[in-house]
């Protein structure tokens, strides 16, 4: 099968080296003649790339690995739906470090989408990546994306220096408002104690070095600088609160991380409103 990988940084990459052991013939960034296409840009250039290659998008599934939301704070399935509507859309997420995926480490992903995701399974399962399905595509977005917020707080809390019992009362807190965030749009509550949310929240990532560096003091300006960033995890914390406005729920847990980055409020103060 020829797959197209749109977007090959490092976990774009790792997505082609997976496939090409599978037998599967990669091209990067040309679409013509692919039967799927694997979108690994950063989430706010998603739409802009799929535009660019709109007219050579025919029949094949497009699958997005980018986790985030828009810049106006919409799921990116509800945006697509703008220029894609008749085109199958899938969403592949999990705890799948790029490095450990080339290098073969059993891991685990769902993908979320309609009909077709169990044959896209069957093309793209390996003895070493296990793939779920499910038709939830909600709550899949709003797991993997928000993920990254609770990642950043548990990391402001470790770079603090507070202890294992205070980083299992804010990861217990954000998840908790993150489910209910999707159960409100339109997501199945387990699905967040899936391969997408929770599973991923347990991954040492750039997002939570991230918070430690925060939680040590430094100003975010300072640590975007040294750290190669997409920022996928501050922009989900303004848009999550852009969405909460939209539905009207109070968000407090990321009200109060972003206070912690955008207003310098003290980590003791904002751990202690948590509840």
């Known amino acids: 099968m020829k797959i197209t990988i749109l977007g090959h940084g490092v976990f774009g990459g790792a997505v082609a080296t997976h496939l090409s052991r599978l037998g599967h013939e990669i091209e990067v960034d040309k679409i013509d003649g692919s039967e799927l296409i694997f979108v690994c840009t950063p989430s706010f250039a998603v739409v802009p790339v799929l535009l660019k290659n709109k007219d050579k998008i025919t029949n094949q599934k497009i699958i997005i690995c980018s986790k985030g939301f828009s810049e106006d704070g919409r799921l990116l399935s509800e945006v697509l739906k703008d220029d894609f509507a008749d085109k199958d859309i899938f969403f592949f ?82 998840l908790q408002e993150i489910q209910k965030l999707g159960v409100a749009l339109g997501a199945d509550a387990n699905t967040f104690m899936g391969l997408s949310c929770i599973g991923d929240i347990t991954l040492r990532s750039r997002n939570r070095t991230l918070g430690v560096e925060l939680g040590k003091g430094r100003k975010l300006g300072d640590i975007l600088t040294e750290m190669h960033y997409t920022q996928e995890g501050i922009a989900s914390i303004k848009n999550a609160r852009i969405i909460g406005k939209r539905i009207g729920m109070d968000v407090p847990f990321i009200d109060t991380l972003h206070d912690i980055i955008f207003e310098e409020l003290e980590i003791d103060k904002a751990i202690r409103r948590i509840r």
């Not at 470090?97 to 309609?114: P, T, W």
Request: charged share 25%; proline share 1%; net charge negative.
């Open 93 to 174: 997420y999990g705890p799948t470090i790029a490095e450990e995926i080339v290098a073969e480490v059993f891991s685990g992903v769902v993908l979320a989408g309609g009909e077709g995701r169990e044959e896209i399974k069957k093309q793209i399962e390996s003895e070493n990546l296990i793939v779920e399905t499910t038709d939830d595509i909600i709550g899949v977005q709003v797991g993997a994306a928000m993920k990254n917020v609770i990642t950043i707080f548990v990391g402001v809390v470790e770079g603090a220096k507070y202890g294992q019992n205070t980083k299992g009362y804010i990861l217990t807190k954000g």
